[in-house]
T-cell receptor, first 116, second 113 residues
Framework: AQKITQTQPGMFVQEKEAVTLDCTYD???????LFWYKQPSSGEMIFLIY??????QNATEGRYSLNFQKARKSANLVISASQLGDSAMYFC?????????????FGAGTRLAVHP | GAGVSQSPSNKVTEKGKDVELRCDPI?????LYWYRQSLGQGLEFLIY????????KSGLPSDRFSAERTGGSVSTLTIQRTQQEDSAVYLC???????????FGNGTRLTVT
């Protein structure tokens, strides 16, 4: 079974609009962490935001926020006021406590294109 | 440097040759990961080192792949008898610990001809 599912291979958004990138996860652990990374065409992996399973509030980092719905096992990334520089691949990832936090498992990614 | 350093940045090799990829993690980071990313795909976990513990090798795709980490710092990923399907970007990441985010290097692009 897929641990991390990103159902949107590609997304388009108009500059200055908000966009939501979907991520669902599968775990039986109570303790886990969820991460979002951005990968521009240059190939570097850029950490965006983190949500712990016990965090009661949704994580926010500047224009990025994480819509964490624990019961639905979803951790969608919301980017507000999109910018042209947001065009990139976005990966959702999870680290489980039962794995000793050994593995950060990544989804297949969503390619976001921001149009002017 | 301040970040994770990987070398070489690009490597072209002939099928059947061995290659070594190097990773210098961020100083003080206790854990180190190797991932593989094929063109247009997500990141595939390969191996994980944490301090002096036995590495988690569960992601290595075959016995042609091996990795070591010397002195708890620099790591080398070795691929023996390379095959064309080994062509990918190999990413190294280090982490301070706990639920800290992974910091990635810029990767080594391996092309097997």
């Amino acid at each position: 079974a897929q641990k991390i599912t990103q159902t949107q291979p590609g997304m388009f958004v108009q500059e200055k609009e908000a966009v939501t990138l979907d991520c669902t996860y599968d775990t039986s652990d109570q303790s886990y962490g969820l991460f979002w990374y951005k990968q521009p065409s240059s190939g570097e992996m850029i950490f965006l935001i983190y949500q712990g399973s016990y965090d009661e509030q949704n994580a926010t980092e500047g224009r990025y926020s994480l819509n964490f719905q624990k019961a639905r096992k979803s951790a969608n990334l919301v980017i507000s006021a999109s910018q042209l520089g947001d065009s990139a691949m976005y990966f959702c990832a999870m680290r489980e406590a039962s794995g000793g936090y050994n593995k950060l498992i990544f989804g297949a990614g969503t390619r976001l294109a921001v149009h002017p | 440097g301040a970040g994770v350093s990987q070398s070489p940045s690009n490597k072209v090799t002939e099928k059947g040759k061995d290659v070594e990829l190097r990773c210098d993690p961020i100083s003080g980071h206790t854990a180190l990961y190797w991932y593989r990313q094929s063109l247009g795909q997500g990141l595939e976990f390969l191996i994980y080192f944490q301090g002096n513990s036995a590495p988690d090798k569960s992601g290595l795709p075959s016995d042609r792949f091996s990795a070591e980490r010397t002195g708890g710092s620099v790591s080398t990923l070795t691929i023996q008898r390379t095959q064309q399907e080994d062509s990918a970007v190999y990413l190294c990441a280090s982490v301070r610990g706990g639920n800290s985010p992974l910091h990635f290097g810029n990767g080594t692009r391996l092309t097997v001809t």
